[in-house]
């Protein structure tokens, strides 16, 4: 093989490493583009404390046991 053909190739595996590198990012673009047009949420000025359900959504009723007189 000549000097001529191999930098041939090289140019050819870097022009399809290329070409599928520019598919997989419009492929990504597709994708993942819905994602990127939603609205951002919106920033809470402090943090905010979330209550932590603790039964495993139980109700509490059926938990308390009835006085016995």
Sequence with gaps: MTRTEIINRALAAVADSRLK???DSERR???????DLTAPLPK??????????????????????????
């Design 21 to 23: 590198r520019e598919r």
């Design 29 to 35: 673009k597709q994708i993942f583009g819905r994602i």
């Design 44 to 69: 809470l000025s402090r943090g905010v404390q979330l209550s932590l359900n603790l039964d495993g959504g139980r109700k509490q009723s059926h938990l308390k046991r009835a006085k016995s007189h």
